[in-house]
């Protein structure tokens, strides 16, 4: 159901009020999405993986109890991205990797990307 003019007059209100108070919060929520924050912890997941592994591969063969807590360590980090992957894998690929200003997500994209985009869908065509 469409905002009234009245509704649409006192949101924009409350929009440029908020952006005159705390401009730092205004900036944070146009620049992250709901997707964001999983997508970090995948990364750290990843990285504290591969310091896993690391910690595992040079320290294994003189100190075990340490090659142990690399295993441990690359243990949790899997269990971190395979969760938060989990939770990205609901999102849609446009949603994770739309831009965070706008609502035109073309435009950044290029000629590139739509011409391979226009190959994808002539390829699924051919295939139905």
């Given at each position: 159901m469409p905002l009234s003019e009245h509704e649409q007059r006192i949101l924009a209100e409350l929009e440029e009020s908020l952006s005159k108070h705390d401009p730092r919060f205004v900036k944070n929520v146009r620049e992250t999405n709901v997707y964001s924050h999983g997508g970090r912890r995948v990364r750290w997941g990843i990285a504290g993986f591969v310091a896993g592994l690391l910690i595992l591969i040079l320290t294994f063969s003189q100190y075990v109890v340490l090659g142990l807590l690399g295993v441990a360590m690359m243990f949790v980090s899997a269990v971190v991205?395979?969760?938060n992957a989990r939770l990205l894998g609901k999102a849609s690929w446009q949603d994770i990797t739309?831009?965070?200003?706008?609502?035109?997500?073309?435009?950044?994209?290029?000629?590139?990307?739509?011409s391979l985009r226009d190959w994808l869908s002539r390829q699924r065509r051919t295939r139905e």
């Amino acid at each position: 159901m469409p905002l009234s003019e009245h509704e649409q007059r006192i949101l924009a209100e409350l929009e440029e009020s908020l952006s005159k108070h705390d401009p730092r919060f205004v900036k944070n929520v146009r620049e992250t999405n709901v997707y964001s924050h999983g997508g970090r912890r995948v990364r750290w997941g990843i990285a504290g993986f591969v310091a896993g592994l690391l910690i595992l591969i040079l320290t294994f063969s003189q100190y075990v109890v340490l090659g142990l807590l690399g295993v441990a360590m690359m243990f949790v980090s899997a269990v971190v991205v395979e969760r938060n992957a989990r939770l990205l894998g609901k999102a849609s690929w446009q949603d994770i990797t739309r831009p965070a200003r706008g609502d035109d997500s073309n435009a950044n994209y290029g000629p590139r990307t739509s011409s391979l985009r226009d190959w994808l869908s002539r390829q699924r065509r051919t295939r139905e």
